[in-house]
Structures are given as C-alpha cells and as structure tokens.
C-alpha cells in the first residue's frame, strides 16, 4: 500500500509519516505543499492521498477536487486540524476518500487509512455529530447556536428558505431567529447583519 502525506507542519508530517510505516505493508511518501503533492502524483502511483486542508497551494475544496481528478487510481482523503463539519461534509459528498481530523489517535489513524485504502469511505462519526463550537467571539457570545447557525448562512448570502433546510427547521422559525438576532447585535435588517459579522471577523 503506497500512501502520499502531504502536509506543510514538518513534525506533524514526520509523525504520520513513522505512524503509518511502523505498520509493515505500508510505503509512504511526503510533501510540503500542494504543488509537490501534484508533481508526486504525476510521477508515481499512490494508493491513497492524505492533503492538509490548509498547507499552501491546497485552496481547500478546489485541491481536493483537482487531485481526485489527475489520472490515476489514486483515493484522495482530507487531513485538518481547523475545518470545521461543513468542510467535513462536503469532503464526503465530493466522494472523497474520507476526513481526518488531526484530533484521531495513532491507532485510529491507522485503521482508518487502512479502510481508505480498501474502497471504503471513513469519517469519525463523533465528530460529524457533535456540537458545532460557536468561537469565543464577542459577538457569538451574544447568540445562541441556533442564531448564530442563521448568521452564518445570512453571511453566506442564503434565503429564509435555504436556510431553513440547511439547519432543518421550518421559515417561520428562521424569521423568529432573526428578529432575535438583529436585537442582539443593534441592526435592523439581514444586510447590516451580515456586515456586522463579516467586519467583526466573525466568519
């Protein structure tokens, strides 16, 4: 089994690294960034690809999707210790290889790029169910979960509509939140809201 890690934090990078071939059975190759992942890629045959969400060159998604399409028999996986359960899920409905938070124990890991590696899909599930963490942002710290999940997709540009199915919750309960939210932190329409948190660094 012929595995790429592909990760800019050298020790972290080393640790997998001894991780995996301490196994037996297991051939690991390195890089620094996305670019020399991709040049690797291109020159050689790898079973599985472990790409650090955030190293340089990576755009996040964008380098998911451009590795899973060089030719080649490769899976491709997302490592990261900063994304968050959307990235989770979307790395999963691209129909990646599975997601990897920096968080899993040796063992874990090991079982778990030994599943990618046999056609399976993997993802923990105790992180994809447990609670978003709101950050301890001034201004989240004014909201509840809920308010600050509409937020985000205020920020996002999405309607009552889309936002009521993405959290999975009716219109009218989408407005109520709102109406809260907007009293919360002094604005008084969904574009003020908006700018506030994008100002406030919020997301």
């Not at 028999?73 to 290889?97: E, K, N, P, Y």
């Not at 890991?109 to 963490?133: C, D, H, K, S, W």
Request: hydrophobic share 45%.
């Amino acid at each position: 089994m012929r595995i790429l890690i592909a990760d800019d934090h050298d020790l972290l990078r080393e640790t997998l690294d001894m991780f995996l071939t301490s196994e037996g059975g297991i051939e690991t190759e390195t890089a620094a960034d996305y670019t020399e992942a991709e040049r690797l890629v291109s020159e050689s045959a790898f079973d599985l690809v472990l790409l650090d969400f955030s190293m340089p060159g990576m755009q996040g998604l964008d380098g998911l999707a451009r590795m899973m399409a060089m030719p080649g028999d490769h899976r491709v996986a997302i490592i990261s210790g900063t994304a968050d359960q959307d990235v989770a899920q979307q790395t999963l409905a691209s129909g990646a290889a599975g997601f990897l938070p920096k968080t899993l124990s040796a063992k874990s890991l090991i079982n778990a790029v030994r599943f990618m590696a046999m056609g399976e899909q993997y993802a923990p599930l105790e992180f994809l169910r447990a609670p978003t963490p709101v950050a301890q942002h001034p201004l989240a710290e004014k909201l509840s979960q809920r308010e600050f999940e509409v937020l985000r997709g205020l920020t996002e540009g999405k309607s009552n509509k889309e936002i009521a199915r993405d959290l999975d919750i009716r219109e009218p309960t989408v407005k109520l939140h709102m109406k809260t939210l907007y009293r919360k932190i002094g604005v008084s329409n969904r574009t003020q809201a908006a700018m506030i948190a994008r100002d406030e660094g919020l997301f």
